[in-house]
């Protein structure tokens, strides 16, 4: 914070306060977003990217449950196939 001198007056104006105060929040916040990586110029370029990551999450996910309805298809196919073997042998007795 930029040091500054303020006469008396100034210094219990609330209004020049809430200013101060909102000018060095500005500020603040323009710093943590550079500090994350986000350039508060160009607030649509991170909306964009947050969308696209939305979008590779769902689909992750997606292929994920897909996955998993495979091997489950597979497993109950198997557990099947063991049950009608078995059952051809012991008819077949």
């Known amino acids: 914070m930029p040091d500054r001198k ?10 020049h306060l809430r200013e101060i105060i909102r000018e060095e929040m500005k500020e603040a916040n323009k710093q943590l977003l550079l500090a ?17 990551l ?26 099947m196939s063991v049950f009608v073997l078995g059952f051809k042998s012991w008819v077949g007795k």
Do not use: W
């Not at 303020?6 to 209004?15: A, C, F, I, K, Q």
């Not at 994350?36 to 696209?52: C, K, S, T, V, W």
């Not at 979008?55 to 091997?71: D, F, I, N, W």
């Open 54 to 79: 939305r979008s590779m999450r769902t689909r992750c996910e997606k292929v994920g449950l897909g996955a998993v309805a495979a091997v489950l298809t597979i497993v109950i196919g198997g557990v």
């Open 36 to 52: 994350i990586g986000i350039n508060p110029e160009h607030p649509l370029e991170a909306q964009n990217d947050m969308a696209f």
């Open 6 to 15: 303020y006469d008396g007056d100034e210094r219990r104006n609330p209004d």
